[in-house]
């Protein structure tokens, strides 16, 4: 069976798309606000571009009828972002923080989340966050057509805070990290249940 991809209208990619490329890591992305608001919302955009430097991307879709959303604003007018994973006792505040508030409302405060400062850039990170990267924004790409609009900010990674007990002889206890997965809409999946495969 061949789908047509460019046949597609925007809602009907973004399910099938969603869906067919998942579970995807999920992480919430803390800014702060030209007027001092701080702000926290998730994405499941997320990734690696590059090690060395550690380049870490996130894509940001335009707010539903077009516009902005506050991550994206706060990032242009700061020039920073923390992007921070979200592990299952995040799980019920991340997303409390995918409601679309008023630009004036603290995400922290709603969602019970606490912010922690950071130390090579001005936005805030999630305390309650296992990995936390502080990032610089490199670049931002933009695609689609308006109202569809999606941003991928491109940051360099230049500090990362990891929980106590999770870094063990310089690597990071998977089993311990307990990060959750996100496959579309409202289904997600934990990362309890892994296995090996020796390289030939």
């Given at each position: 069976m061949?789908?047509?991809?460019?046949?597609?209208n925007?809602v009907?990619?973004?399910n099938?798309?969603?869906?067919?490329?998942?579970?995807r890591?999920v992480?919430v992305?803390s800014?702060?606000?030209?007027?001092g608001?701080?702000?926290?919302a998730?994405f499941?955009?997320t990734?690696?571009?590059?090690?060395?430097?550690a380049?870490?991307?996130?894509g940001i879709?335009?707010k539903?009828g077009?516009?902005k959303?506050d991550?994206?604003r706060?990032?242009?007018?700061?020039?920073?972002?923390?992007l921070?994973v979200?592990?299952e006792?995040?799980?019920?505040?991340?997303?409390?923080?995918?409601?679309?508030y008023?630009k004036?409302?603290?995400?922290?405060?709603?969602?019970?989340?606490?912010?922690a400062?950071?130390?090579?850039?001005?936005?805030?990170?999630?305390?309650?966050s296992p990995i936390?990267?502080?990032?610089?924004?490199?670049?931002?790409?933009?695609?689609?057509?308006a109202?569809h609009?999606?941003?991928?900010v491109f940051?360099e990674?230049l500090a990362v805070?990891?929980?106590e007990?999770?870094l063990?002889?310089?690597?990071?206890?998977?089993s311990?990290?307990?990060a959750?997965l996100?496959?579309?809409?409202?289904?997600?999946c934990?990362?309890?249940d892994?296995?090996?495969?020796k390289r030939?």
């Open positions: 061949a789908i047509h991809m460019t046949e597609m925007m009907v990619s973004h099938f798309l969603s869906e067919a490329l998942s579970p890591l992480a992305v800014t702060i606000g030209s007027d608001v701080l702000n926290v998730p499941a955009s990734g690696i571009l590059c090690y060395k430097p380049i870490l991307f996130v879709s335009s539903k077009g516009g959303k991550t994206l706060n990032i242009e007018d700061s020039g920073d972002f923390v921070n979200v592990d006792e995040m799980a019920e505040p991340m997303n409390i923080t995918a409601t679309d008023p004036e409302v603290n995400e922290f405060e709603v969602s019970g989340l606490t912010a400062p950071c130390e090579k850039v001005r936005s805030p990170r999630v305390k309650e936390s990267f502080e990032c610089r924004v490199m670049q931002i790409l933009q695609f689609g057509q109202p609009v999606r941003s991928v940051g990674a805070h990891i929980r007990g999770l063990i002889d310089g690597k990071i206890d998977i311990k990290k307990r959750i996100h496959f579309g809409g409202e289904l997600y934990r990362t309890r892994t296995f090996e495969l030939l």
